[in-house]
Structure formats: structure tokens, C-alpha cells
């Protein structure tokens, strides 16, 4: 079992705590990802029973390639990820060209964690199609797939269409380098099972997310992808046991991340110092 850890801390710490979480064995390092928050939100938050967003809507966020890229300076072999990263905002060769830069100067350990979205009104800010966001989010990841790929690549699709173009250079991890697809709808399941190398899953326990792997999983066999792996990262309480995590691993989880301390409350060093406790009692 690997564990992730969100770098949830200020922008000018993230290259420090990846490195102190990098030591204690934490495999994977998460940043999250909203382009523009509107002034009030009439769109419906589709992971909570009430519907509100868990945040306010003036809740700082950051270029997730930058910080991924300091992260990156400090350390050595901690995966480097966004969870998740809203695909249908941007053009793909913007995204192409940030995720393959930040491949380059990790040697090899970006990871891409996309999503379609939920906020119609980030979508009206930036000017992109609410409404179409799943298709254009299929369509981009062929898209970054045939630009990292060797040689010259040109895509005709119903939202994206442009002449063969050189993308240089490529990404270390080709078009091998991970997309995982965050989201609970069956439609996203379906997507990360069907055209993503994994999926992303929020806030399981082991009851609730049996279905969704078995669900993940039947796919996965019927599709094109079937003798490819299937990657599951997995969002779990801050209050997991050494127990809960074995039995996550006999699921075949992949890895599992948690919040394990409260930000603006408790220090991260507490949720290190957390995170390595459960990570010794899980390995010993």
C-alpha cells in the first residue's frame, strides 16, 4: 500500500513539507485546482448532501503546476499529482505543454488527476461550454495522449480540430504518463475505466467504495484498455486505522491519501507526524 498526502500548506512551504513527507515514506504528493471562483455559486455541489461547496468562494488557490514544480526541486521519487484538475477549462495544448514541463523537471513522476467539473459559473468566467464539458474532456485526453506520443500528431474530433503539429520535447513518461479521473457519477466512472489509467475516489470507506471498484472494474474488462492497469487512489478519513488500511489494500486499492490534520488549526508537521505513525503500523 502507498500512501498520498495532500500539500496542503502554504505556497512558499509546499518545496520543504514535500521533502519532510517525501522522507517519511509518503509516495504521492496532491495539490487541488479552480481556475476562477465566482462571487456566489448557484451550482449545486454534487459530493455533499447539501449541496454547498466545502469552501467559500474565496478560498485561495494556485497554478498547480508551479507548486508541483517546487515540490518536485526538493524531492526524489514522491509522485507528483493533481486532485483534480478541471480539463475542459483549457485549451489542451495549455495543458499538454504545463504537465509535460512539469514530467521534464521531475524525471519522470507527474501524475494527472483531471475531473470535468461541477461550477457552471467558473466555466461562463473563462468562457468555456458548461454543457459540453464531458465530451471535450474524452476528446482532450486522446488529445494529450497524441501529443506526448513521438512524432507529429494532428486531431480531428466535434470540439477540437487542428493540422499535424510538432510538441516538443515529450514528457519522460510518453503518453504512458498517468491520467486518472476523479469524480462518483456513473458517467465518471465509466470514463475512468474506458479512457483514463485510473481512477480517483473521494472520501470511502470500504463499504462504500466496493461498488464503485466492482463497477470500475466490469468496465474496465469490456473495454479497449482491459490489459492495461487500473489505478485507484483513494481520498479516506483523517481518522483510518492501521486496520482500515489493510483492508483497503485487500481490495486492491492502490493508494490512499487523507487530510490528517486540520489546516489553519493544527500545524502540518502534527499531520506528518500522523501520517508516519499510521504508515509504521501498517508496514511493521
Known sequence: MQFGIPLAVDAADVPEFARSAEQIGVAAGWVPEHLAWPVSIDTTYPYKSDGRPPVSTGFPTHDPWVLLSAAAATTTTMRLGTSIYILPLRDPHVTARAVGTLDLVSRGRAVLGVGVGWMEEEFEAVGQDFASRGKRTDEI??????????????????????????????????????????????????????????????????????????????????????????????????????????????????EVRMQAWEPGVEPPELGLERVQRLIDAVNG
Request: proline residues 8%.
Open 141 to 254: 485526453i486522446d488529445i494529450l495522449r497524441g501529443l506526448w506520443s513521438a512524432g507529429t500528431y494532428g486531431h480531428e474530433s466535434e470540439h477540437y480540430s487542428f493540422r499535424p503539429v510538432h510538441f516538443e520535447p515529450k514528457p519522460p513518461q510518453g503518453a504512458l504518463l498517468p491520467i486518472l479521473v476523479g469524480g462518483e457519477s456513473p458517467r465518471a466512472l465509466r470514463r475512468a475505466a474506458e479512457v483514463g489509467d485510473g481512477w480517483i475516489g473521494l472520501d470511502h470507506t470500504v463499504e462504500s467504495v466496493q461498488p464503485r471498484l466492482d463497477r470500475l472494474r466490469a468496465v474496465r474488462a469490456a473495454s479497449e484498455r482491459a490489459e492495461q492497469p487500473l489505478t485507484v487512489a483513494l481520498r479516506i478519513s483523517p481518522t483510518s486505522t492501521a486496520d482500515d488500511i489493510k483492508r483497503f489494500e485487500d481490495l486492491g486499492i492502490d
